[in-house]
Nanobody, 121 residues
Framework: QVQVVESGGGLVQPGGSLRLSCAAS????????MAWYRQAPGKERELVAA???????NYADSLKGRFTISRDNGKNTMYLQTNSLKPEDTAVYYC???????????????WGQGTQVTVSS
């Protein structure tokens, strides 16, 4: 099986920063695109940023310049550096991973359980 676990969320004041991590583990053959999504109370889940296995990135237009996505392929880990946080960034942040199991040639999609980010004074 494949496990996806986020960490790094918490309570931060407006203007502050957090670094979120997402680690994939288990019977992994290779990992394709990894992405961060977020879901605020009463709102739909939305894409924050994505990064493919070559390091090409894609961001939600509203977050460009404040958030930076990166990954360490050797550790099967993805990061999201969030800066200049605003109260409207408050949400549960989810990790999404496309990966092949070690015995399969087919990409499958996995979600983490989410990590809460709260921006408040």
């Amino acid at each position: 099986q494949v496990q996806v676990v986020e960490s790094g969320g918490g309570l931060v004041q407006p203007g502050g920063s957090l670094r979120l991590s997402c680690a994939a583990s288990g019977s992994i053959g290779s990992i394709g695109t990894m992405a961060w999504y977020r879901q605020a109370p009463g709102k739909e889940r939305e894409l924050v940023a994505a990064i493919d296995s070559s390091g090409n990135t894609n961001y939600a237009d509203s977050l460009k310049g404040r958030f930076t996505i990166s990954r360490d392929n050797g550790k099967n880990t993805m990061y999201l550096q969030t800066n200049s946080l605003k109260p409207e960034d408050t949400a549960v942040y989810y990790c999404n991973v496309w990966c092949k199991k070690s015995w399969s040639n087919r990409f499958e999609n996995y979600w983490g359980q989410g990590t809460q980010v709260t921006v408040s004074s």
